[in-house]
């Protein structure tokens, strides 16, 4: 089955980890399951942009938190506008061997702008992205790398994942249906 937007990532991404890896999330559609559903129980297990203001935010953070605690897995959690903004980061974290795994939420759109569009009676604009293969880009970085589409390919992909003692990057492909009711 196609994965649901972006809160089943969230839900099944800590799961196959020993220890549940710090997160760090930028602005997108995909903040609010984050900081509703990612399992919190000490501080800056989290890292997050305040406000809810900054796209590529979610990789910078992963590198200086993999950098402070080489042993413990981080999870960037970016929507594909972010991994844009940001992308030459992913030479860094594979430089530096660095335990991220970079889960990209890809549906080629500025969701969270094209909702905000829609919810104004505007037609979209500016907000598509085309497709992108992520996992091409991360593979050149000299990452190891995933495209998944569904539930069982993500378990997979975050399963081989979490044994790595370096970095990932998972292209989740996602179904952009249902994100204006998600954020109601």
Same mark, same amino acid.
């Given at each position: 089955?196609?994965?649901?937007?972006?809160?089943?990532?969230?839900?099944?991404?800590?799961?196959?980890?020993?220890?549940?890896? $710090? *997160?760090?999330?930028?602005?997108?559609?995909?903040?609010?399951?984050? #900081?509703?559903?990612?399992?919190?129980?000490?501080?800056?297990?989290?890292?997050?942009?305040?406000?809810?203001?900054?796209?590529?935010?979610?990789?910078?953070?992963?590198?200086?938190?993999?950098?402070?605690? $080489?042993?413990?897995?981080?999870?960037?959690?970016?929507?594909?506008?972010?991994? *844009?903004?940001?992308?030459?980061?992913?030479? #860094?974290?594979? $430089?530096? $061997?660095?335990?991220? #795994?970079?889960?990209?939420?890809?549906?080629?759109?500025?969701?969270?702008?094209?909702? %905000?569009?829609?919810?104004? %009676?505007?037609?979209?604009?500016?907000?598509?992205?085309?497709?992108?293969?992520?996992? %091409?880009?991360?593979?050149?970085?000299?990452?190891?790398?995933?495209?998944?589409?569904?539930?069982?390919?993500?378990?997979?992909?975050?399963?081989?994942?979490?044994?790595?003692?370096?970095?990932? *990057? @998972?292209?989740?492909? @996602?179904?952009?249906?249902?994100?204006?009711?998600?954020? %109601?």
């Amino acid at each position: 089955p196609a994965m649901r937007p972006r809160q089943q990532v969230v839900e099944i991404a800590p799961s196959p980890f020993p220890r549940i890896p $710090r *997160l760090t999330a930028d602005a997108g559609a995909h903040m609010f399951p984050a #900081t509703m559903l990612w399992p919190v129980s000490e501080p800056n297990e989290m890292l997050i942009s305040n406000g809810l203001s900054t796209m590529g935010f979610a990789l910078p953070a992963a590198i200086g938190a993999g950098l402070l605690d $080489r042993s413990r897995p981080v999870v960037a959690l970016t929507g594909d506008g972010g991994l *844009l903004i940001c992308m030459g980061e992913l030479a #860094t974290v594979a $430089r530096e $061997r660095l335990r991220v #795994t970079t889960i990209v939420l890809n549906d080629a759109s500025l969701s969270l702008i094209e909702i %905000k569009q829609q919810a104004r %009676k505007l037609a979209p604009a500016g907000v598509a992205l085309g497709s992108i293969d992520w996992t %091409k880009i991360g593979a050149g970085f000299g990452m190891t790398t995933w495209t998944v589409r569904t539930v069982e390919e993500l378990n997979a992909a975050l399963s081989a994942a979490s044994s790595l003692d370096g970095p990932s *990057l @998972i292209d989740a492909r @996602i179904d952009p249906s249902g994100y204006a009711e998600t954020m %109601k």
